[in-house]
């Protein structure tokens, strides 16, 4: 059982700049972010291997959002830049082995954290 703790959320405004960390009591090959907006279904935004490779929801995520791994501490951080009101929701960290093709897939994860807000403000 891998135990995970996020921190690092609140209330921005437009244009600011969060970071997202998520604490993992063991290791796991992948860890993930997902972000649920209000009335939305949870969405994929990053996954990084322990290996350092990573992977975005696509090319806009990607231009102002950056997943790191420390492996000595097995810790994900999400840095997010420019933060725009459609960026706010829950973010969930998640932990898990799924294959290259289904990181965005939150059934392949086994491991939840209890999410945390971030909410944008215009």
């Not at 501490?73 to 933060?83: D, H, I, R």
């Not at 290259?100 to 807000?117: A, D, K, R, T």
Request: charged content about 15%; proline content about 3%.
């Amino acid at each position: 059982q891998v135990q995970l703790v996020e921190s690092g959320g609140g209330l921005v405004q437009a244009g600011d700049s969060l970071r997202l960390s998520c604490a993992a009591s063991g290791s796991t090959r992948t860890m993930a972010w997902f972000r649920q907006a209000p009335g939305k279904e949870r969405e994929f935004v990053a996954a990084i291997r322990r290996s350092g490779h990573s992977q975005y929801a696509d090319d806009s995520a990607k231009g102002r959002v950056t997943i790191s791994i420390d492996t000595a501490k097995n810790t994900v951080y999400l840095q997010m830049n420019n933060l725009q009101p459609e960026d706010t929701g829950v973010y969930s960290c998640a932990a898990g082995t799924p294959i290259l093709s289904n990181q965005h897939n939150p059934e392949g994860y086994y491991y939840w954290g209890q999410g945390i807000q971030v909410t944008v403000s215009s």
